[in-house]
């Protein structure tokens, strides 16, 4: 019963992903993008990684798997923060803005 | 347990997927922003690998993959932003 | 299944890293490489050369690479359009006969030893000008590109010629400022 829910959620983690990577080829700007990186492909990580813990059905892999889900909480939103504060730095926008540049 | 031979299945089409932005992308920060998403299939596929194989230890390279993702994308998009001088 | 997939993609990244001209992007293909050949290696039951190739390849060689290209000289071109109030990719690329502009531009920096970084924005050109942060501006409007360079920028005369023999059907202008310039050093085009 709680390994066909792990199975459930690891479909439902990977539905994320492929509409995060969808949105990431086809949508029009840059920082579209930058959420959309940021905010459903973390969504799927989440999703998969305690859908492999109900599946591997031990305490020890499950404790592991979530050291792991922890650090890629703190890495991967901050990632994705240096790169669009890397392309505002040098001065790649999409909205035009008044007033100074 | 054969379930999660598609679940790998459909990780390396989404890691395939990811590589197009990579390679289209037009400007520097998009390919990073490819590479961000290689990374987090590829971590996503060793959490599956060691659940399917039986091989917890691999769940501890898993770490440091997530960690050597982060570095590197960090380091060129610093680099980038200051213009060479890292 | 899995494994022909990725051995397929490395191969193709494998390519693209020695053909690419933008060394910047080059050393991003061969982190990606070094990623998924790492990723293989753990498929293959070795995670001990696994977790070396990853350390190495993805974290050491991109510092050592990077490090290497400080040598070059960052070009850095802004691409201006202010047709549109907000830009997409799709735009810009289709304004200038799917970026064909845009890739010759690159090509032509790379043959120089120059490091090319393009940028997009639909600010006005006084705007980016006031910024200073580019060498080289490309505003377009319609079927009309102008390129504003600094005078004292050697690059600009050969670009010159370049795009005007090559673009014969868009109207190529050529405008620069600094230098010994008659307008002196505060230069700033009129907008339409």
């Given amino acids: 019963m709680i390994e066909i829910a792990g199975y459930v959620l690891i479909g439902i983690g990977l539905a994320f992903s492929a509409i995060g990577i969808y949105s990431v080829l086809f949508y029009r700007d840059f920082y579209a993008r930058v959420v959309i990186t940021s905010k459903v492909d973390t969504m799927g990580l989440i999703t998969v990684l305690f859908g492999v813990m109900l599946v591997s059905g031990s305490w020890s892999v499950a404790l592991k798997l979530l050291v792991l889900l922890v650090f890629d909480l703190m890495t991967g939103p901050l990632a994705t923060t240096g790169i669009a504060h890397s392309a505002y730095q040098s001065g790649y926008r999409i909205k035009r803005e008044f007033g100074h540049g | 347990m054969s379930l999660l031979v598609y679940a790998m299945v459909a990780l390396t089409v989404l890691l395939i997927a990811s590589l197009v932005r990579i390679i289209i992308g037009p400007t520097i920060w998009d390919r990073l922003l490819g590479m961000n998403l290689v990374t987090t299939k590829i971590v996503m596929a060793i959490a599956v690998l060691a659940v399917l194989m039986e091989r917890s230890f691999l769940i501890d390279v898993a770490i440091v993959y997530s960690l050597l993702g982060f570095i590197a994308s960090i380091l060129i998009a610093r680099f980038i932003e200051k213009k060479g001088q890292v | ?192």
């Fill in chain 3, 1 to 192: 299944m899995v494994e022909f997939l990725l051995l397929g993609s490395m191969l193709v990244l494998a390519l693209l890293a020695l053909y690419t001209g933008p060394l910047r992007i080059a050393v991003i293909y061969f982190s990606v490489f070094s990623l998924i050949c790492s990723f293989l290696y753990l498929y293959y039951q070795a995670p001990d050369v696994a977790i070396a190739e990853a350390v190495m390849g993805s974290g050491l060689i991109t510092l050592l690479y990077l490090t290497a290209l400080k040598r070059y000289r960052v070009y850095s071109v802004c691409y201006t359009n202010t047709d549109f109030p907000t830009v997409s990719d799709r735009e810009i690329i289709e304004g200038t006969r799917k970026g064909e502009l845009v890739r010759e531009i690159e090509d032509f920096c790379f043959a120089r030893e120059l490091e090319p970084q393009l940028v997009f924005t639909p600010q006005p050109v006084s705007e980016v000008l006031q910024s200073g942060r580019h060498d080289l501006i490309i505003h377009q409007t319609g079927d009309k590109i102008t390129i504003i360079g600094n005078r004292e920028n050697y690059v600009i005369d050969e670009l010159e010629m370049l795009l005007v023999l090559r673009y014969q059907d868009l109207k190529v202008l050529v405008e620069r400022y600094g230098g010994s310039s008659e307008y002196g050093d505060d230069y700033l085009p009129e907008e339409d």
